[in-house]
């Protein structure tokens, strides 16, 4: 079979044709982001809240982003980002994404070079993502939480 994989540098911008379909209203720019969850998933969802997919990621993780973010809008799937560093925010704010700043990105929170699940660091990001998506819950959206590194071959 074919390898579906996108390139890593490949562009994931949306036509503006496509965009209505993939919860990106036409005309929508990362002017409408404002770095908090709320702006995301109105950008991600707009009109009211509804299905949301969620993951959470920093800039190493950058090829995984770029492959997760053309993947979903392929799919047609709403989904936000939670940038776990600036970096990754400035970058895919960059590309029209529903992205928002988590609360380890604001404190420039890193892995302690473990992604061990028994480090110190790996539990404060498990934790985190855990918050976020009950934040997202609470806001009325229902939420799927996937890693970014995840492949999901059918609904």
Known sequence: PQNSA??????????????????????????????????????????????????????ALEDHLLNFIAHARAAGTAFVVGAVDKAAYSMLLAKDTPVYLTPLAKESYSLDGSNQHASGSWKRFAGMRTGEVKKMVDLGYSVLHTDVDVIWLRD
Request: a neutral charge; glycine letters at 10%.
């Open 6 to 59: 996108v390139h890593p540098r490949q562009d994931v911008s949306v036509p503006a044709t496509a965009r209505a379909s993939v919860g990106m209203p036409a005309g929508s720019t990362a002017s409408a982001l404002d770095g908090s969850v709320e702006s995301a998933l109105r950008m991600a969802v707009p009109g009211h809240p509804g299905f949301v997919l969620a993951t959470f990621a920093n800039s």
